[in-house]
Structure formats: structure tokens, C-alpha cells
């Protein structure tokens, strides 16, 4: 173990540590303190991943003109984003998925984080730990709304939650 995993680990367990876990369909979040948890600062917000998606296909529909009622579906991003395709067509139109999702993802972002926020205005975290599918999604917003803060991504943060 390195020196940085011991400083990590030490100021988890007895620090204060916030654990966010932007799944597909929630962003959780828990502060523990000194290794238990603090359960008014710990709580749930819906602007998670699929918020991010959702918003980038009514981005895309917006944007390129489209029969009525037939809208750019949201697993269409969703595929792109699981299989690395960074262009897909909607209505004969090449579409830069990398570029279209900029947008939603910084809203996303930031709504989630101000429900944070709120939840934490007693509580002044020491490390952030970031874990589940959609940290690599919100690192960049946390990493830049927590800026004196060192933000952990779990290695293999999509099988970490299961893993415990």
C-alpha cells in the first residue's frame, strides 16, 4: 500500500469522509464521522445518470428537426455511452454524443450538488470517496465544486458498491 492509500484510508476512518454514489438512477450520498455515520447529512437526490442521458436526448430532439412524437429515444445515448460510440444518427443527422452531452452533464452536475450542499451545510467533509457506475460522469463537477478536497475514485467504482 502506498503512502497516499494509508493518508486516504486514516482520514476515512478518522476523519470526516463523504461517500457519493451517482448510480443510474439516484445520486447517494452518506458522511461518516470518525467511521459512523452521520445520518442527517446522508440522504438522495434524483439528478443521477439518467437525468444526464434523458436531457441529452430532448437536447438532440430540440436541436434537429423531427416529426412530432418521434423524438431521439434516451437508450440510443445510453448504448453509445456503454459501447464507446461517440457518433450516432438521429433523422439522417450525424450526432457527436461526446459534444451533446457537455451541456446536461454540467446541469446535472450542479443540481446534484446543491443538494449536497444542503444536506452537508453542519458538516465540512475531510475526503470525498467516489464510487458506483456514474463516477466517471460527476468526477469532474465534484473534483471542481469541492476544490480543497482530495476526491478518491474507487478503482473499479462500478463493482465497488457490491464489493462493500
Known amino acids: 500500500m502506498d503512502k497516499d492509500n494509508k493518508k486516504h484510508i486514516n482520514m476515512m476512518n478518522h476523519g470526516s469522509c463523504l461517500v457519493i454514489y451517482p448510480g443510474y438512477f439516484s445520486n447517494d450520498f ?3 464521522e470518525e467511521g459512523s455515520l452521520v445520518q442527517e447529512a446522508s440522504s438522495s437526490t434524483l439528478h443521477a445518470t439518467s437525468k444526464i442521458i434523458e436531457r441529452t436526448a430532448q437536447r438532440i ?3 434537429i428537426r423531427h416529426a412530432a412524437g418521434k423524438g431521439l429515444e434516451p437508450y440510443k445515448i445510453e448504448n453509445a455511452i456503454r ?21 446536461p452533464f454540467k446541469e446535472t452536475g450542479r443540481l446534484a450538488l446543491a443538494e449536497i450542499y444542503s444536506c452537508l451545510r453542519l458538516h465540512s467533509p475531510d475526503i470525498i ?12 463537477s465534484i473534483k471542481e465544486a469541492f476544490l480543497n478536497l482530495q476526491v478518491v475514485k474507487c478503482e473499479g467504482s462500478v463493482a465497488a458498491v457490491s464489493k462493500g
Request: without cysteine; hydrophobic residues 45%; negative net charge.
Open 30 to 32: 452518506v458522511v461518516f
Open 61 to 63: 430532439s430540440d436541436s
Open 83 to 103: 459501447n464507446n460510440k461517440p457518433i450516432i444518427y438521429f433523422q439522417g443527422e450525424e450526432v457527436d454524443v461526446k459534444k451533446e452531452i457537455e451541456m
Open 129 to 140: 470517496l467516489l464510487v458506483g457506475v456514474g463516477a466517471l460522469y460527476f468526477e469532474i
